[in-house]
């Protein structure tokens, strides 16, 4: 089971969201700042981070800056502005059902 932190600018679109994943062995996770990320770190790993581009560009950087000094295997992933709302359902499954699981350090 993959653990994913979903990151948007509204968190009623977060829980709109988790309800059209297809994948089928995430738990997810939503959040719309860098406190709530925080605090889903302090409570369990994180596999994936995907942010929406409705969060300015300053926050999204903020973001990806905590989870690399705190996390060496998280990936993160950012949706482009052009796709609109519309396209985060698309990206994040796409990201989700594309991502195969990774093997153990030897």
């Known amino acids: 089971m993959k653990n994913c932190l979903l990151l ?3 968190a009623f679109v977060m829980e709109d969201l988790k309800t059209k994943i297809l994948a089928e062995d995430v738990h997810l996770f939503g959040g719309t700042s860098l406190q709530e990320v925080k605090e889903v770190f302090a409570k369990q790993a994180v ?5 929406g581009a409705g969060l300015p560009i300053e926050v999204r950087l903020e973001i990806i ?3 690399f000094e705190n996390s060496n295997s998280t990936t993160v992933h950012m949706k482009d502005w052009d796709s609109g709302p519309a396209g985060m359902i698309p ?3 796409g990201i989700l059902l ?3 699981e990774r093997d153990e350090p030897q």
């Open 8 to 10: 948007g600018r509204k």
């Open 47 to 51: 596999d994936i981070v995907i942010i």
């Open 65 to 67: 800056r905590f989870v």
């Open 91 to 93: 990206f994040v499954n």
């Open 98 to 100: 594309g991502i195969p």
